[in-house]
Nanobody, 127 residues
Framework: VQLQASGGGVVQAGGSLRLSCAAS????????IGWFRQAPGKEREGISF????????HYASSVKGRFTISRDNDKNTVYLQMNSLKPEDTAVYYC?????????????????????WGQGTQVTVSS
């Protein structure tokens, strides 16, 4: 499993960023792919995921309504559009995938259910 994340950076509060995650190395009928984040001194938390089979999307309450996850199947790439960014969104963002489980399971179970991680990309939101 290879996940290549990109797109982090520094942005002012209220601004937008788009993260990308290019996936390769696995062919499965059913998997969840999406994003965790980890702020300094805090646990890694799941924030947004998409399901391979039906494209259903799921979000943590902290980002719902501001972040949008999408996918481009031709490019095997998942995107996270982040709007109305807040200083508390500052974190390292990790792309991740879990095989054979639905997004809500990943959101509730957390990092222990993940089968593959991408490298982190830093997102910094200044006030």
């Amino acid at each position: 499993v290879q996940l290549q994340a990109s797109g982090g950076g520094v942005v002012q509060a209220g601004g937008s960023l788009r993260l990308s995650c290019a996936a390769s190395g696995f062919i499965l009928d059913s998997y969840t792919i999406g994003w965790f984040r980890q702020a300094p001194g805090k646990e890694r938390e799941g924030i947004s995921f998409i399901f391979s089979t039906d494209g259903s999307t799921h979000y943590a309450s902290s980002v719902k309504g501001r972040f949008t996850i999408s996918r481009d199947n031709d490019k095997n790439t998942v995107y996270l559009q982040m709007n109305s960014l807040k200083p508390e969104d500052t974190a390292v963002y990790y792309c991740a995938t879990a095989f054979g489980v639905y997004p809500t399971v990943v959101l509730t179970t957390g990092p222990s259910i993940v089968d593959g991680w991408g490298q982190g990309t830093q997102v910094t939101v200044s006030s």
